[in-house]
């Protein structure tokens, strides 16, 4: 029997034309450059169809090339203006990270303190990663109080903090996802779903921040950790 579609999301088509109009807000000139690309790329082909006497194969073979220019060009312009439309939100690094390829776990918000700086939590083949939004010298100190909070629950489990943000030493948000999947892999797939049932029961003792935690926000999945 069919799996019956959910009537709230929209088909394929649909998100395209939501996407493309995310592009234009961000970068009037996003589409006419996907566009380009595509007719740049087939116009390429062709010409080397027509200098090697191969014109109907390579208009076949333009035509491939370049909706699949066009798609990779596409979702690079999409990953760049959804993250334009994150930046300076609450909670716009736990967006970026629930949208990482691979065997994550994020829990957004562990810790949050008055000024509304906040403290995800992401459990991987690194072993633990805080991930923190706000200024450096605030969120340092919660940083080392998860991380002694948490190092009692993961004995021996590598833990490491990061800050996103725009300051000196932290992680621009759109390099946040390459950051950790930069990290070594100190785990097998065993240990960190074991991490992650020893996590679950780790309460959360802070408020969840003020204010919408961006929804919805669907970044384009980076590549999956070798």
């Not at 493309?20 to 996907?34: C, D, L, R, S």
């Amino acid at each position: 029997m069919a799996k019956s579609e959910d009537p709230e999301k929209p088909g394929r088509i649909k998100q395209l034309r939501m996407i493309a109009k995310i592009i234009q807000q961000a970068n009037p000139k996003g589409m006419p450059i996907v566009f380009l690309s595509a007719v740049g790329t087939l116009a390429v082909v062709v010409v080397i169809g027509l200098v090697t006497d191969y014109l109907w194969y390579s208009v076949f073979l333009g035509i491939l090339a370049a909706f699949t220019v066009g798609l990779v060009v596409f979702g690079q312009l999409a990953q760049k203006a959804q993250y334009s439309i994150l930046h300076g939100q609450t909670g716009a690094a736990a967006a970026v990270l629930q949208g990482m390829r691979g065997n994550w776990q994020v829990t957004p918000a562990i810790a949050v303190n008055r000024d509304q700086d906040i403290v995800h939590l992401v459990v991987g083949y690194p072993g633990v990663v805080l991930v923190s939004e706000g200024p450096g010298n605030r969120v340092a100190k919660m940083l080392k109080a998860e991380k002694q909070r948490i190092s009692r629950v993961v004995l021996g489990i590598e833990i490491y903090d990061v800050q996103c943000g725009d300051g000196e030493g932290q992680v621009p948000l759109g390099k946040l996802q390459r950051h950790l999947m930069k990290l070594p892999r100190n785990l097998k797939k065993p240990s960190v779903n074991e991490v992650k049932d020893r996590l679950r029961s780790l309460p959360r003792n802070m408020p969840m921040p003020k204010g919408p935690m961006p929804k919805g926000a669907r970044i384009p999945r980076g590549p999956k950790m070798r």
